[in-house]
C-alpha cells in the first residue's frame, strides 16, 4: 500500500530552494511516529535535503542506480506496489507527489499555517475523489484523505 505523507503551507507550499520553509515540531513528530519502523520514499534532491533518518527503510527514486534502495523506474514501482500488504510511506517532493499521486488511496497532508514564498508545490489533486477526515492538532491540521473507491478495490484485488 502507498501512503502520500506532506506538509504543505496555505497555498500548497512544501519548499524553498530544495528546504521546508518552516520548522513544525509537532509535524516532524507526527511524520516520525508514522514512518518509524516503516519503508518511507524520497526522490534523490528531497533525500540530501533530510536530516539522516535513523528506524526507516528509506528508497530513494534517481535516475542512477548508485544508492542502496534505489528505484530506478519509478512508475513501475507504483503499479507493484500501489494494493500490497506492504507499507510505503511517499515523502516528496514535488515531482515525486506528482507522479504518485494517482495511485496512493491514502494522503496525509499537515496543512501548517504559513503564507511565506515557496518555489515547490504540492500538485493539484481532485478532492471530490476522496473522503476527507480532518483532526486539529496544536499547531497544524491533518487533513486525512482516503479515496472512495479504495475499499472496493482493495477487496477486488485481495480475493
Same mark, same amino acid.
Given at each position: 500500500?502507498?501512503? /502520500?505523507?506532506?506538509?504543505?503551507?496555505n497555498?500548497?507550499?512544501?519548499? /524553498?530552494?530544495?528546504?521546508?520553509?518552516?520548522?513544525?515540531?509537532?509535524?516532524?513528530?507526527?511524520?516520525?511516529?508514522m514512518?518509524?519502523? =516503516?519503508?518511507?520514499?524520497?526522490?534523490?534532491?528531497?533525500? /540530501?535535503?533530510?536530516?539522516?533518518?535513523?528506524?526507516?527503510?528509506?528508497?530513494?527514486?534517481?535516475?542512477?542506480? =548508485?544508492?542502496?534502495?534505489?528505484?530506478?523506474?519509478?512508475?513501475?514501482?507504483?503499479v507493484?506496489?500501489?494494493?500490497?500488504?506492504?507499507?510505503?510511506?511517499?515523502?516528496?517532493?514535488?515531482?515525486?507527489?506528482?507522479?504518485a499521486?494517482?495511485?496512493?488511496?491514502?494522503?496525509?497532508?499537515?496543512?501548517?499555517?504559513?503564507?511565506?514564498?515557496?518555489?515547490?508545490?504540492?500538485?493539484?489533486?481532485?478532492?471530490?475523489?476522496?473522503?476527507?477526515?480532518?483532526?486539529?492538532?496544536?499547531?497544524?491540521?491533518?487533513?486525512?484523505?482516503?479515496?472512495?473507491?479504495?475499499?472496493?478495490?482493495?477487496?477486488?484485488?485481495?480475493?
Amino acid at each position: 500500500m502507498l501512503v /502520500l505523507i506532506a506538509a504543505v503551507g496555505n497555498q500548497n507550499q512544501i519548499g /524553498l530552494e530544495g528546504k521546508m520553509t518552516w520548522r513544525n515540531k509537532e509535524d516532524l513528530q507526527f511524520f516520525k511516529e508514522m514512518t518509524l519502523n =516503516n519503508k518511507v520514499v524520497f526522490g534523490r534532491k528531497t533525500y /540530501l535535503e533530510m536530516p539522516k533518518l535513523t528506524g526507516r527503510e528509506i528508497y530513494i527514486v534517481s535516475k542512477k542506480s =548508485n544508492e542502496l534502495n534505489t528505484i530506478t523506474d519509478f512508475d513501475s514501482f507504483l503499479v507493484q506496489h500501489k494494493n500490497d500488504d506492504e507499507l510505503f510511506f511517499i515523502a516528496g517532493g514535488q515531482q515525486i507527489y506528482e507522479q504518485a499521486l494517482k495511485y496512493c488511496n491514502i494522503l496525509l497532508i499537515s496543512r501548517i499555517n504559513y503564507d511565506g514564498n515557496a518555489d515547490t508545490f504540492f500538485p493539484y489533486f481532485c478532492k471530490s475523489m476522496y473522503e476527507l477526515i480532518t483532526y486539529t492538532m496544536n499547531t497544524f491540521t491533518l487533513e486525512v484523505y482516503i479515496r472512495k473507491d479504495y475499499n472496493n478495490e482493495y477487496d477486488r484485488n485481495n480475493r
